[in-house]
């Protein structure tokens, strides 16, 4: 990667400070927080944080940039986990100050956001027009929308209504040069050439800085079950998986797989948390059933709890009976990164494989994992309904955790091997950022990788959008 040269950042940062009044620091203070990965695997450097709130604002600072050929780094909610937010020496955009409510249409079930609205508030926004937008994830009250279509987030219910690249009809962004590319369109149907949105969604930032977009929105299902239950073992869960799917015609929101270690860790490190279930089973599942039909979720879950039981599927379960229960349910699953972190960091991924090999792959890849490494613990959960899991390799009960750390990439490299074996991907949800984008070229065929950056270079030939990401 090759940065501007001294005199080329000078005279763009001039040029920003006089175009972009009142919406840049270089106050050390108030750019740190956004200069350290959540993790702390990252702490960056910037000569200057942008805070434009406007798309005009985006489309001035970009093309000044683009004129001295000076990179950028785009940043969202800085929620990312692979290190894509983090700039070394780039000048940092912020997208967080862009913060319209464009358009809300519940007829065409769709809304038009800015790219710094959070996920949780657009959550809330389609509630208040009794509709229903489906992503969600632990960090939807920090996560932007230009974040998670940059980085195509998944989240927890992805088995029923699919990524962030299935959620999204229209998108503005400015490009590399500083023009504006307006797709904000409603249209379900548009069979007109290459569907040019869809280049921006899980790009990272490479091909442009995403400011708003037109978002699917859904009708509220009017009952909703939620239940966590204890396996004997992991295939187990997969059997119960596909007796839900089933049993109740696509009603399965979400089927989240927790191993006994995972959450005997978020007990043990997060406060006011609980045991949901009596016994201590070796593996967890929450469920989640919806239905358009009051009380229906409600029976469905009873019937498959109960056949389920039946068939020694599962050996323990609890319904939550109000909110608060489901709310805390939910918080078991989605403390888990934090029930981890206290054991001093570990070797993460972010893996899918098919749903159908998934028991499987956890066998294998544990094994080897444990013979490369003796005495360390797995951590097992993430989102078995759609193939998505983070496995994560912790140091053992008082090894030396440094060590133990300098061996993640060794570490990973085997996971990942597996994964391949599998015909999965090395990042399902976070994308490729610092932390993978030369892993990939070890999984990614040539053709993939020239193919991507021809794409590159024809949209950002000076290669100032995010230059250390994506080959």
Known sequence: MTLSTPAALSAALEDLKAALPGAWTQDAEDMAPWLTEWRGRWTGETPILLQPRTTEDVSTAVAICARHGVAIVTQGGGTGLVGGQIPFGELLLS??????VRDVTPLDDAMTLEAGVTLLEAQQLAKEKDRFFPLSLAAEGSATIGGVISTNAGGTAVLRYGMMRDLVLGIEAVMPDGRVFNGLKRLRKDNTGYDLKQLFIGAEGTLGVVTAATLKLFPIMRSRATAIVGLDSHHAAVALLARAKAETGGGVEAFELMKRLGMALVLKNIPDTREPLESTPAWYVLIELTSGEPGAADSAMERLLTNAFDEGLIIDAAIAQN????????RLREEHSAGLKPEGGGWKHDVSVP????ADFIDEATAAVEK???GCRVSVFGHVGDGNLHYDVIPGV???VP???ARWMEGSEIVHDVVARYNGSISAEHGLGRLKTDEARRYKSPLEIATMQAIRQAIDPQRIMNPAVLF
Do not use: C, Y
């Open 95 to 100: 997208t967080r100050k862009l913060r319209t």
């Open 323 to 330: 909110d608060a229960q489901k709310a805390a349910f939910w």
């Open 355 to 358: 749903v159908s090999q998934i």
């Open 372 to 374: 490369f490494h003796p």
């Open 398 to 400: 008082g090894e030396d």
């Open 403 to 405: 060590a133990f750390i």
